[in-house]
T-cell receptor
Framework: GESVGLHLPTLSVQEGDNSIINCAYS??????FIWYKQESGKGPQFIID?????DKRQGQRVTVLLNKTVKHLSLQIAATQPGDSAVYFC??????????FGTGTSLTVIP | GAVVSQHPSRVICKSGTSVKIECRSL??????MFWYRQFPKQSLMLMAT?????????EQGVEKDKFLINHASLTLSTLTVTSAHPEDSSFYIC????????????FGQGTRLTVV
């Protein structure tokens, strides 16, 4: 996997609103994608995944959308709660276990 | 799901000393583990790729003699920060790749290193 130490873009949402976090990936050959959540001072945790043969997958309060035409991935969080405040980043996985992580987005939920 | 255990979670050491951080895959074998460094409000920065039974592959700009990586078994990789200095203070995170049932990266809890 590769990543670069960059300052994170930020997103602020009101509690109860829906959040949309976006990720652009680089390789059209990537066939598996994962969203991770990283709370302050902790390691990243798996949220939801999607394979390239799907364009939408739903979990509990989260939905991932995949647009292979424009190589774009999004994470939608419904009814955002204060506990959702964290850094979210996507990973694209290519054949051969090549992991590439996105920069990440810092989500702040305003009570 | 699979678990990756990283130890210690916090360490404070004096300048000039060395610190070892362990990364263990508890219920799966990982031929590949990654070590990251993270500064506040920044993304993960890959330091090196650790391969079981062979030398680690370091990213450009990462000193291999400063950050020693050993991947002696399929469940353990260690990162040793040698002759630590205050500028080495950071959050270090490991991840391990599991191939079953799907290819997925599992992360350790992270280690907060403070060099005084």
């Amino acid at each position: 996997g590769e990543s670069v130490g960059l300052h994170l873009p930020t997103l602020s949402v009101q509690e109860g609103d829906n959040s949309i976090i976006n990720c652009a990936y680089s390789n059209s050959a990537s066939d598996y994608f994962i969203w991770y959540k990283q709370e302050s001072g902790k390691g990243p945790q798996f949220i939801i995944d999607i394979r390239s043969n799907m364009d939408k997958r739903q979990g509990q309060r989260v939905t991932v959308l995949l647009n292979k035409t424009v190589k774009h991935l999004s994470l939608q969080i419904a009814a955002t709660q204060p506990g959702d405040s964290a850094v979210y980043f996507c990973a694209e996985i290519q054949t051969g276990n090549q992991f590439y992580f996105g920069t990440g987005t810092s989500l702040t939920v305003i009570p | 799901g699979a678990v990756v255990s990283q130890h210690p979670s916090r360490v404070i050491c004096k300048s000039g000393t060395s610190v070892k951080i362990e990364c263990r895959s508890l219920d799966f074998q990982a031929t590949t583990m990654f070590w990251y460094r993270q500064f506040p409000k920044q993304s993960l920065m890959l330091m090196a790729t650790s391969n079981e039974g062979s030398k680690a592959t370091y990213e450009q700009g990462v000193e291999k003699d400063k950050f020693l990586i050993n991947h002696a078994s399929l469940t353990l990789s260690t990162l040793t920060v040698t002759s630590a200095h205050p500028e080495d203070s950071s959050f270090y995170i490991c991840s391990a790749i599991s191939d079953s049932p799907n290819t997925e990266a599992f992360f350790g809890q992270g280690t907060r290193l403070t060099v005084v």
